[in-house]
């Protein structure tokens, strides 16, 4: 049974617990729970070793602690949007879905959301979340600004523009502990979602450009056996959209709402059938309203340089016997290229192949050896909150400027005090 304890700063402490998937139990003696900033500083002060934690939506230890770990939950939302600046300053634990709502109901909107919107703003920057679009870049590279509280407790603030920016808005978590972060933000806009069902491999891949292509946000889903792909979810922009054609490519538009995995409610789905709405009730795939599930799931994902998309289309198609067996679904998608150090879009235009597996954790773990085996030669970089097997030497490989990163860390956290067993397996603290 855990207990809590309130210091005379108003910080709470419980026992860390588990992730949303429940596949991992954090191993940190301590969760700290600070209710204002000064609380907050003097946790992350006062600590050998801290991480912290957001809304437990990764898949390894990537937040886990060899000391004491923070949630900052209990801190009071921040949105505070500047139109004529185009941008908006939250506070990191913040919700996308809460964001989202914030600035809607400004007039305000963000260039692209992730499939879930119950996630928070801090965690998916810290670790490149993305959502779809061959003109959209990931969430991380919307940021402006980075306040974090550093290792001495005290608060600093990287900014666009100095020279220490482009690692340090992308850095898992290893630089300080992120209280706020400034966004690009630009006029509120409408989007319609339809989906299509039926389009077949051979259209796919001799259609990739145009499919990809074919709207602001493109999702295309297969579980890599038979000749079709299950579902294609266009969202476009209704200021760029005429009808939706009532074919993709031999696709068929659905009739009905469609959730991407089967057995799933489609209710917990946006809202489909070409019907119009806000940029934030059709971007996410899934209806913030609904609570998502506690994880009966495990996730994986790789990104790689556009032109050898098709290269791993066919690997993975050879390996669909093995893998769909441990499949709920894979879901493909595009992300256009940054300048952010760590992120898995740095310097390329990208397609994220993102598996959805059962919970059959030590199954998983060996089809996750199989895919990045046979995928060796083609530079996939791994979602850094989602389980992979890459090692430290594979993942310097991957990352042109990941030397630099491992110095900023290391230039600000000589100590050590945010490091963990995940970033030394990284090889950004080792």
Known sequence: MSTSTTSSTGTTTTAPGV????????????????????????????????????????????ADSPGDMVTLEALPVEVEADSAAGAVRVSSATSYGV?????????????????????????????????SGDRTQNLAAAVRAVELVTADGDVRRVQRGDGEFAGSVVALGSLGVVTHLELDVLPTYDVRQDVYSGLSFEAFTENFDAVTSAAYSVSVYTNWIGTDTTQVWLKTRTSDAAEAPAELFGAVRAGEPLHPLPEV???????????PGPWHERLPHFRFSF???NGEELQVEYLVARENALAVVAALRELGPSIAPLLHMCEIRTVAADDLWLSGSHQRDSVAFHFTYKQRQAEVIAAIAEVEAALSGLDVRPHWGKLFAADAQRIASLYPRFDDARALVARHDPRRKFANAYTDRVGLTA
């Open 99 to 131: 964001l989202a709502q914030r600035l809607q109901d400004a007039g305000l909107a963000l260039a692209t959301m992730a499939s879930l919107p119950h996630i928070s703003v801090g965690g998916a920057v810290a670790t490149a979340t993305h959502g």
């Open 19 to 62: 992730n949303w998937a429940r596949n991992y139990a954090f191993s940190a003696g301590t969760l700290h729970r600070p209710t204002t900033l000064d609380g907050l500083r003097a946790v992350v002060g006062s600590t050998a070793r801290v991480r912290a934690v957001g809304t437990r939506h990764c898949f390894n230890d990537i």
């Open 291 to 293: 609570a998502p599930s």
């Open 265 to 275: 409610d489609v209710r917990n789905a946006t809202e489909q059938l070409g019907v």
